[in-house]
């Protein structure tokens, strides 16, 4: 005797080996033997044998119109035996009970399951809304395979067009639009990226990379609204100071500038001048809240998108000529050795004299900056700076216990034409890191960030700091060593036009300078504010990602020149392992095949070919050495 049961709704077919009250052991046709509920059997049977049943029924149900046996089936739950019985027209055999069983299981829009082997018929009205439905999906099913075909065979489908450019970064999963498209990425067997550059959605990679980013970051444009423009700090006092600043021709956006004096023939006054929109971006008002959604300007090449309003930046740029409101931070010290014998840190009115561009200056080394009698343009101003920054230099360099290294050669990125057109050319300017005009301006830039981090912390005022300590790089609001500078504390103060951090550490410097001892109380932001601690993580990940997409439109652009040049073959030194970098461009790459070679090693590259989507270029080993 055999048995047809249901196990994990699923219809088994097996023998019969031994029977109890409640449960049965079945054998299997394998030899298999199983323990089952007797409330699981559908019925038991002699003929045919239990490896043929479910076959032979399956064939025997397709042939079953689920809308004919509605029609016949009684409209109160009934057996599926019984209704057997009624449509073969005689006493139904174990096929003919089990096809009927799977033909109602298999329609659930017509027939309800209401236990074992029992079913009921839907009502009318719920019948034709179910019809209904899944006539609609199977339209859609249609409408999906046509969309996808389309896709395969290089057409973007109208309906696609209003949401393609989603489909990589923000897509609806639950769409027919995203559905077939997924399938058409599938069934080709190229990527997302790659399918839709090549069914137009962009017209190149750069769209793409650009569209996407603004897309994700920037949904409702990079444009500010109206700012109300004030003559903010009118009537701070006025610095009578000969002061200038140092910055790429690019720069529109003049953060500080330095002023020097020297009152005795051994020591010297510096002035280190930082624009204050602080004094107009205050917490909480809709200035900084647009700021604070931005945390940073973003750079790429050849354009960049201001973390704060065009009018806002005009107003506090220390442009020359203009008077413009500035947190200085004024420095005594001792030439011969660095050391500070005193610090003064005020608001005022400054009035800058000339604003100086790289590259426009004539060339300046250290062995003109060391000569008092070489002809040296603004050399009053530069010569005493840069004597007074190495005496600085070298105070970090014996807390570090060694030189800093930081002598290799930077890339600034220039677009002849369009930033958002691939055909703009690209020109790759080097610059070395160390050079001396670049060292001069850091140097007193990391001398405000220490100074003013031990002004906060002097006075309890919390700050955003930036440590460093067994090589983690972190921030947070403890004043805590960098360990790469060398400086007991370290924060991000000079650059408020283009940094939210800058912007926030230079309102609590300006209650700690203006409100001494009682600053804390004060401040923007007082001690333990659980607002700072969320704005730490917030740009900390949001300045990454600026970062990151400042990299990827660098490499971009890097391969854009590669490609410009025509070159064929370049050089390249190892960094470690396949590591290397190129040593005509910004450019790190993995060389596969490549020897087991010393850092700094040099190696020759055939360039095979490009890709701008993935951003990497096709190189091959042609020798070391």
């Known amino acids: 005797m ?14 019969i080996f031994s029977e109890a009250d409640t449960s049965l052991q079945v054998e299997s046709a394998s030899g298999k033997r199983s323990k089952i509920k007797r409330n699981a059997v559908l019925f038991t049977f002699e003929q045919p044998a239990p490896e043929n049943l479910l076959p032979a029924a399956e064939t025997l149900a397709a042939t079953l119109d689920a809308g004919f046996l509605w029609e016949c089936a009684p409209q109160q739950e009934f057996e599926a035996a019984a209704l057997a019985e009624d449509y073969f027209g005689h006493a139904p055999d174990a096929v003919e009970k089990t096809a009927t069983i799977l033909a109602l299981s298999a329609a659930p829009a017509y027939f309800h399951r209401r236990g074992k082997g029992a079913f009921r018929p839907a009502p009318p009205d719920i019948l034709k809304a179910a019809l209904a439905a899944i006539e609609k999906k199977r339209r859609q099913a249609e409408l999906q395979g046509e969309w996808t075909e389309a896709m395969l065979a290089g057409t973007l489908p109208e309906a696609l067009r209003p949401v393609a450019s989603t489909f990589l970064d923000r897509p609806d999963k639950n769409t027919l639009e995203w559905k077939a498209f997924d399938a058409a990425v599938q069934q080709s067997g190229t990527s997302p990226e790659r ?24 949904p409702r444009g990079t444009d500010w609204p109206p700012v109300d423009i004030q003559d903010w700090g009118a009537d701070l006092p006025q610095a009578e100071i000969e002061a200038y600043s140092l910055d790429d021709a690019s720069t529109i956006e003049i ?31 809709t200035l900084d809240e647009l700021a604070r959604a931005r945390m940073s300007t973003v750079y790429m090449p050849g354009d960049k998108i201001p973390m704060l309003a065009p009018g806002l930046i005009a107003a506090f740029s220390l442009d020359e000529g203009q008077w413009r409101p500035a947190l200085s931070l004024y420095v005594t010290g001792r030439l011969a050795d660095g050391e500070i014998l005193d610090t003064e840190t005020r608001l005022e009115r400054i009035r800058v004299t000339a604003n100086l561009r790289h590259g426009q200056i004539g060339e300046v080394t250290e062995a003109i900056l060391a000569d008092p009698a070489a002809p040296l343009q603004y050399g009053h101003w530069m010569r005493p700076l840069w004597q007074f920054a190495q005496a600085l230099c070298a105070v970090r360099d014996r807390a570090r216990g060694k030189p800093e290294n930081n002598d290799r050669i930077e890339y600034g990125f220039e677009i002849d034409g369009p930033p958002d057109d691939p055909d703009s050319i690209v020109r790759l300017v080097p610059r070395q890191r160390n050079a001396p005009l670049d060292r001069l ?41 960098h360990e790469s500078i060398a400086v007991p504390q370290y924060i991000w103060s000079t650059s408020p036009l283009r940094r939210y951090v800058d912007l926030i550490n230079q309102g609590q410097i300006l209650a700690a300078a203006e409100h001494g001892v009682s600053a804390r109380l004060a401040a923007p932001f007082k001690p333990k504010d659980a607002d700072l601690y969320a704005l730490i993580g917030a740009f900390d990940s949001q300045y990454t990602l600026w970062g990151e997409f400042q990299s990827a439109m660098e490499r971009y652009w890097c391969i854009r020149w590669l490609q410009q040049q025509g070159l064929k073959e370049v050089s390249a030194h190892v960094l470690r392992e396949n590591l290397v970098r190129l040593a005509c461009a910004p450019f790190v790459t993995r060389i596969n095949g490549l020897p087991e070679l010393e850092r700094g090693a040099e190696v020759r590259l055939d360039i095979l070919g490009y890709d701008e989507i993935g951003l990497e270029v096709d190189f091959r080993l042609r020798e070391t050495g």
Not at 199 to 217: D, Q, S
Not at 442 to 470: C, D, F, K
């Open 2 to 15: 055999h048995v047809l049961y249901e196990d994990a709704g699923k219809l088994k077919a097996e023998t």
């Open 195 to 218: 399918l839709l550059l090549s069914l137009g959605v962009w017209p190149h990679p750069l769209a793409m990379m650009r569209e996407r980013f603004l897309a994700t970051h920037f």
């Open 255 to 285: 953060d500080d500038a330095l002023s020097v004096s020297t009152p005795t023939p051994d020591t010297i006054r510096v002035g280190i001048h930082i624009a204050a929109p602080a004094l107009a971006v205050t917490r909480g008002s």
């Open 441 to 481: 301006v850091a140097e007193y830039m990391i001398l405000a960030n220490t100074q003013w981090g031990a002004l906060l912390a002097r006075h309890g005022v919390p700050g955003i700091y930036r440590s460093q300590q067994m090589g983690r790089t972190r921030m947070s609001t403890q004043a805590l060593p």
